[in-house]
T-cell receptor, first 108, second 113 residues
Framework: GQQVMQIPQYQHVQEGEDFTTYCNSS?????IQWYKQRPGGHPVFLIQ?????EVKKQKRLTFQFGEAKKNSSLHITATQTTDVGTYFC????????FGTGTSLTVIP | NAGVTQTPKFQVLKTGQSMTLQCAQD?????MSWYRQDPGMGLRLIHY???????DQGEVPNGYNVSRSTTEDFPLRLLSAAPSQTSVYFC????????????FGPGTRLTVT
């Protein structure tokens, strides 16, 4: 099946610092989704990217789809304690393939 | 709408026991899936269904069975539990074909001793 590499696995930041997680695929993707999972919770959909080079923003979160549609990133500006959780990218289709996730810890 | 519901929330089984994890959704979604989540492994697809009466295997189907007799329900059966099946299990549903967002249930935390 398809595989997607997600890095880093863990990230600790001071509150107010920025954070970025990356997803990389060896194959061209039709689209990609991002999810957030709070500690002890379930994954919650954040956004879907479809077009080459697409950039979407949700308040302090910026999502980007690479020009070649083989990679994607999620950037959080000025992290807050509410951003704590694990962020997953997912390749869509009949079968969804999730990245291994990046666990974000925000130190107040 | 309740969304996606799962029961039970927690379960402890002994090796060799069988059980069924229940999943239901009230959004009239055609697609439903079961995932297991283990530390450092992300979410791995066990089985999925594209509609009532249709199921297929995902990445890690061994030791699990599913059926989809109605649009609403998608139970997951563990035939003979093994310690390697200790995990958190999530059910999810989505509409809109391959382009839809997935809605996840709250999860079932299963321990096999």
């Amino acid at each position: 099946g398809q595989q997607v590499m997600q890095i880093p696995q863990y990230q600790h930041v001071q509150e107010g610092e920025d954070f970025t997680t990356y997803c990389n695929s060896s194959t061209t993707l039709s689209n990609i989704q991002w999810y957030k999972q709070r500690p002890g919770g379930h994954p919650v959909f954040l956004i879907q990217l479809v077009k080459s080079g697409e950039v979407k923003k949700q308040k302090r979160l910026t999502f980007q789809f690479g020009e070649a549609k083989k990679n994607s990133s999620l950037h959080i500006t000025a992290t807050q304690t509410t951003d704590v959780g694990t962020y997953f990218c997912a390749l869509t289709g009949n079968q969804f393939y999730f990245g291994t996730g990046t666990s974000l810890t925000v130190i107040p | 709408n309740a969304g996606v519901t799962q029961t039970p929330k927690f379960q402890v089984l002994k090796t060799g026991q069988s059980m069924t994890l229940q999943c239901a959704q009230d959004m009239n979604h055609e697609y439903m899936s079961w995932y297991r989540q283990d530390p450092g492994m992300g979410l791995r697809l066990i089985h999925y269904s594209v509609g009532a009466g249709i199921t297929d295997q995902g990445e890690v189907p061994n030791g699990y069975n599913v059926s989809r007799s109605t649009t609403e329900d998608f139970p997951l059966r563990l035939l003979s539990a093994a310690p390697s099946q200790t995990s958190v299990y999530f059910c999810a549903s989505r509409g809109q074909g391959n382009w839809g967002e997935q809605y996840f249930g709250p999860g079932t935390r299963l321990t096999v001793t």
